[in-house]
């Protein structure tokens, strides 16, 4: 029913920039939290950004504050991650969820997922 559709993905080179972009769709998405997750190879799936959907406050894990900026158009239905400043660091699978429970920054927490979509940095 819920379906969240990312693109924007790609390979760029370090200290360059992407914008990331979730679709959403399938419900109205009143009360909820967006977030953005990320997973590099090996690793275990890691918080990026939340966003409250009616209201906007924002929520930046701590391996991306100051470098990467979640926003929303709810007219659109659509939730962004503005990437500058990336690293190899940064390469990784990214996910668009979306949760009505409280533990925004828990994976565990979020009730559909995206498909993921591919970012790579090289330096």
């Known amino acids: 029913q819920v379906q969240l559709v990312e693109s924007g993905g790609g390979l760029v080179q370090a200290g360059e920039s992407l914008r990331l972009s979730c679709a959403a769709s399938?419900?109205?998405?009143?009360?909820?939290?967006m977030g953005w997750f990320r997973q590099a190879a090996a690793t275990r799936r890691e918080f990026v950004a939340a966003?409250?959907?009616?209201?906007?406050?924002?929520f930046h894990g701590e391996s991306v504050k100051g470098r990467f900026t979640i926003s929303r158009d709810n007219a659109k239905n659509t939730v962004y991650l503005q990437m500058n400043s990336l690293g190899p660091e940064d390469t990784a699978v990214y996910y668009c969820?979306?949760?009505?429970?409280?533990?925004?920054?828990?994976?565990?927490?979020?009730?559909?997922w995206g498909q993921g979509t591919q970012v790579t940095v090289s330096s």
């Open positions: 969820a979306v949760t009505w429970r409280v533990d925004i920054f828990r994976d565990g927490s979020y009730d559909y």
């Open positions: 399938g419900r109205t998405f009143s009360g909820s939290v």
């Open positions: 966003i409250e959907w009616t209201h906007g406050n924002t």
